[in-house]
């Protein structure tokens, strides 16, 4: 077939394959969609969760927070047991010098005693009165042969005499650096044996002499002493003066 007629069949035959392709693909049902287009159904059910995610990575540090406020004090817990002994520190430093403390007393004890009688009669008046028994004189500060102490040790000493009276009256003074420090006065009695003290508390410097000694005339001598009759002196020292040893 020639012509218009021939020309209009071969373009049908070309064009209709290309048709039937476009109707043919506008027929294919959508995957997406849970039927076809020229088949729509109803919707199903949902289906079953799936299984958790892995866990993602660690994310990176936030900034860090500001302080919180302090909470009130909890009570006090029990005590708790003692602890093993440490190990022992190493040493300290040497401290400062404490202050000074006072002044104690010596550990030396100083002596100085004596205890004297008398082995003569009617003693001579105004001198020494010469003591020549000796009961105790272990520092030998007492000389028998002048009848004076000396003192050798600075300090306060006790002195004391007891004497015998007979025969006449006594009348007797304790000196002391050729001053008389106290005096004793007893007036004998006929046919009766007397006794005359006397006692006191002297501070005395070093050479310092302390003795007896009847004053008066010769009519007061009556100090007496014999087998069975003593008159004594005596004398000791009670504390040393610290500041001068």
């Given at each position: 077939m020639?012509?218009?007629?021939?020309?209009l069949l071969?373009?049908l035959l070309?064009?209709?394959?290309?048709?039937?392709?476009?109707?043919a693909?506008?027929?294919q049902?959508?995957?997406?969609?849970p039927?076809a287009?020229?088949m729509?159904?109803a919707p199903?059910?949902?289906?079953?969760?799936?299984?958790?995610?892995?866990d993602?990575k660690?994310?990176?540090?936030?900034?860090?927070?500001?302080?919180?406020e302090?909470?009130?004090?909890?009570q006090?817990?029990?005590?708790?047991e003692?602890?093993?002994q440490?190990?022992?520190?190493?040493?300290?430093?040497p401290?400062?010098?404490?202050k000074?403390g006072?002044?104690?007393?010596?550990?030396f004890v100083?002596?100085?005693?004596?205890?004297?009688?008398l082995?003569?009669?009617?003693?001579?008046?105004?001198v020494?009165?010469?003591?020549?028994?000796?009961?105790?004189?272990?520092q030998s500060?007492?000389?028998?042969?002048t009848?004076?102490f000396?003192?050798?040790?600075?300090g306060?000493?006790?002195?004391?005499?007891?004497l015998?009276?007979?025969?006449?009256?006594?009348?007797?003074?304790?000196y002391k650096k050729d001053?008389?420090?106290?005096?004793?006065?007893?007036?004998?009695?006929?046919?009766?044996?007397?006794?005359?003290?006397?006692?006191?508390?002297l501070?005395l410097?070093s050479?310092?002499?302390?003795?007896?000694?009847?004053y008066?005339?010769g009519?007061n001598?009556?100090i007496y002493?014999?087998?069975?009759?003593?008159?004594t002196?005596?004398?000791?020292?009670?504390?040393?003066?610290?500041?001068?040893?």
């Amino acid at each position: 077939m020639r012509g218009p007629a021939g020309f209009l069949l071969c373009s049908l035959l070309l064009v209709a394959p290309h048709c039937a392709e476009v109707a043919a693909q506008d027929d294919q049902p959508d995957s997406k969609m849970p039927c076809a287009k020229w088949m729509g159904g109803a919707p199903g059910y949902p289906g079953h969760n799936g299984l958790p995610g892995r866990d993602g990575k660690d994310g990176k540090d936030g900034l860090k927070g500001e302080k919180g406020e302090a909470g009130m004090q909890g009570q006090k817990g029990d005590k708790g047991e003692m602890g093993v002994q440490g190990q022992e520190g190493p040493r300290g430093f040497p401290g400062y010098p404490g202050k000074m403390g006072e002044k104690g007393e010596s550990a030396f004890v100083y002596r100085s005693a004596f205890s004297v009688g008398l082995t003569e009669r009617a003693p001579h008046p105004n001198v020494p009165i010469r003591f020549s028994k000796i009961f105790y004189n272990e520092q030998s500060h007492y000389d028998t042969s002048t009848g004076k102490f000396l003192c050798s040790i600075p300090g306060t000493y006790y002195f004391a005499y007891h004497l015998t009276v007979y025969l006449a009256d006594v009348k007797v003074s304790l000196y002391k650096k050729d001053k008389a420090v106290i005096f004793t006065y007893d007036q004998f009695q006929n046919n009766n044996v007397d006794q005359a003290s006397g006692s006191v508390l002297l501070h005395l410097s070093s050479g310092d002499e302390v003795w007896l000694q009847v004053y008066g005339d010769g009519d007061n001598n009556g100090i007496y002493a014999d087998n069975i009759n003593d008159s004594t002196f005596m004398g000791f020292l009670l504390y040393p003066d610290m500041d001068v040893h």
